[in-house]
C-alpha cells in the first residue's frame, strides 16, 4: 500500500506499508512480516544556513513475528521491532522573522533509532502453566542544537564574528535486558497459586558537548557570574 501527498510549498511526502505472511509448518509454524516507510515534508525556512523547507521528516521500520506450535501443549513466540526516524533540521519558528521562519548558523538534525526483541514460551505441565519471556530493548538518539548566541554570552569575542559557529551536539543509548519466569497453578474452586523470578538489567550513557571555534573568553563575564 502507498500513497502520496502534496505539503507546504508543493513539496511532495509520501508513505508506503507492506505486510507479508508467510506459513512453514500447516496449522504449527508461520511468520509474518510488516514493513513501513513514511516522508513528511517540511515547511520551516531557515533563513541562517539558506535551506527552504529545512525541517523534512522521514522515518522508517519493521516488525517480524514468529508463532511455533511445538506440541499441543507448549507454543513458543517470538517477535522484533526496528524503528529509525532522522528529522533534517528542529523545526520550530523564531520571534521577529517572518511566519515559519528561524535562523541559525548551523543545522540542527535529529535522529533515533529503536530496537525491541522478545520472546515468549508457554507450557501446560499439568500441575501448572510454565511462562517463560525473555527481552531486549536499544534505543539510540543524537540531535544538534545551534548553541552560537549562548556562547556569545559567555566569551567576549561575538561567534558572528572571526569565530565559528557554536554546536551542542548530544545524544545517548541504551541497553536494557529483562527476563521472567511464571508457574500458574489451574483456576480451582479454593485455592490459586502463583510463583516466580523477575531479572532486569539497564545500561545508559549520554554524551553532550559544546564546540566552537575562534572564541576569546572574557574573563569579566564569567567573573560576574561566580
Known amino acids: 500500500e502507498t500513497a502520496g501527498y502534496i505539503g507546504h510549498d508543493k513539496q ?33 525556512d531557515n533563513i541562517g544556513i539558506g535551506r527552504d523547507n529545512s525541517n523534512d521528516h522521514e522515518a522508517a521500520g519493521g516488525r517480524m513475528m514468529i508463532d511455533w506450535a511445538l506440541s499441543p501443549d507448549t507454543t513458543l513466540s517470538a517477535s522484533a521491532l526496528y524503528q529509525r526516524m532522522h528529522v533534517g533540521d528542529i523545526g520550530y519558528q523564531l520571534q521577529g ?24 514460551l508457554e507450557s501446560n505441565l499439568g500441575f501448572a502453566k510454565l511462562i517463560g519471556i525473555a527481552g531486549y530493548q536499544y534505543k ?28 551542542y551536539p548530544e545524544g545517548g543509548t541504551l541497553h536494557g535486558y529483562t527476563a521472567e519466569l511464571r508457574l500458574v497453578s489451574p483456576t480451582g474452586p479454593h485455592f490459586e497459586w502463583l510463583a516466580g523470578a523477575y531479572y532486569s538489567n539497564r545500561y545508559e550513557k549520554a554524551t553532550a558537548q559544546l564546540d566552537a571555534e575562534g572564541l576569546v573568553s572574557n574573563p569579566n563575564l564569567l567573573e560576574d557570574r561566580k
Open 12 to 44: 511532495l511526502g509520501g508513505d508506503a506499508k507492506a505486510m507479508v505472511n508467510v506459513p512453514l509448518l500447516k496449522d504449527r509454524l508461520a511468520v509474518r512480516f510488516v514493513g513501513y516507510w513514511r516522508r513528511d515534508p517540511g515547511y520551516i
Open 97 to 120: 522573522l517572518a511566519p515559519l521562519q528561524k535562523s541559525t548558523r548551523l543545522a540542527e538534525p535529529n535522529t533515533g533509532r529503536l530496537n525491541l526483541e522478545n520472546l515468549r
Open 140 to 167: 539510540y538518539f543524537a540531535q544538534t542544537a545551534d548553541a552560537s548566541s549562548t556562547l556569545t554570552t559567555f566569551f567576549g569575542q561575538a561567534v558572528g564574528g572571526a569565530a565559528g559557529p557554536g554546536a
